[in-house]
């Protein structure tokens, strides 16, 4: 979804109890730190209906409230329903029973007739697990323009930048980035422009990069590979390598994301090269709004 600004860390996960301990942390504590806005909402009573079927333009909830939806995918296709704490809690008591492959929570701000201030629009919590490799999985949040106003704003991206920082740490991410070019079902810029999947890109992510968004999250492994914290900073690649726990490094581009243009998306390249998977982007494969270097190619820098 270009221009919505998406989180997304990819993990590994072999214990069931791990796994249900890290989708519960992100559905609940990742949710109220990432979205506090939508928690009053949430807990309302009665909670808010969301669309009526029969009547398109009937209230979907109480003015300024919170509607609120739910995609829970087990096997086959993935099924909807509205989210009441009811509901909500027998989906985190089931994830230790029978754990989705894929779950969303859609938020919707309502205006002051209880109507979706976007319709089409809402903020997203999300997990899915790689169908036959199910110890891998991506968490994500997705915040749209039209609901969070995080464009040239730089106290909203650097709250999320903080959370990437905190959530690589809790979840003991192997990658993440942070940018508004990705897609959370088609993952990064790079890999929907190289045809990459995440079935093959996801369980490599501890030893190649996914793509060189605005903010990315590398494994120790990766950052290694490419000279460490110092080897970066000394690139003049990025205005920020903060080093996290474990070895790994989170690298920020430019000071804000909208800076990420021109020269600067061909310089992080450059300098994650050796990381990066093979391919070149050519400036016909690029569709508007992706932050990648026009004909650019790892092997180009090696």
Not at 122 to 129: G, I, P, S
Not at 172 to 179: E, R, V
Not at 235 to 257: C, I, K, Q
Request: with cysteine; glycine share 8%; hydrophobic share 40%.
């Amino acid at each position: 979804m270009t221009g919505t600004l998406l989180l997304e860390l990819t993990c590994r996960i072999d214990r069931a109890e791990d796994f249900v301990r890290s989708a519960r942390a992100w559905l609940t504590e990742a949710r109220a730190e990432i979205f506090p806005g939508y928690e009053a909402g949430l807990a309302a009573e009665p909670a808010a209906r969301g669309p009526d079927e029969k009547d398109h333009r009937a209230p979907w909830g109480p003015p300024y409230g919170v509607s609120a939806q739910l995609l829970v995918q087990r096997s086959g296709a993935m099924r909807q329903s509205r989210y009441t704490r009811r509901s909500w809690q027998r989906l985190l008591n089931s994830l230790a029973v029978t754990p989705p492959v894929t779950c969303v929570l859609l938020m919707h701000q309502l205006d002051a007739h209880g109507r979706p201030v976007e319709d089409d629009v809402a903020v997203t919590l999300e997990f899915q697990r790689l169908p036959d490799r199910p110890e891998w999985v991506r968490f994500g949040a997705q915040a749209p323009p039209a609901l969070i106003p995080w464009r040239d704003s730089g106290a909203v991206q650097q709250r999320w930048l903080d959370h990437l920082a905190v959530w690589t740490e809790r979840l003991n991410a192997t990658y993440g980035h942070l940018s508004d070019d990705a897609d959370a079902d088609f993952g990064t810029a790079l890999e929907r422009t190289l045809n990459l999947f995440a079935e093959d890109t996801v369980p490599e992510s501890e030893r190649t990069l996914r793509g060189y968004s605005w903010a990315t999250v590398c494994s120790a492994d990766v950052a290694a590979k490419v000279g460490g914290a110092r080897t970066l900073r000394a690139s003049g690649a990025f205005h920020g390598v903060t080093e996290l726990s474990g070895g790994r490094l989170l690298l920020r581009a430019t000071p804000l994301l909208e800076q990420y243009t021109g020269d600067a998306p061909a310089r992080v390249l450059r300098a994650l090269a050796p990381v990066l998977p093979p391919g070149r982007t050519g400036r016909a494969c690029l569709k508007p709004g992706m932050r990648l270097a026009p004909d650019g190619d790892p092997a180009d820098h090696l």
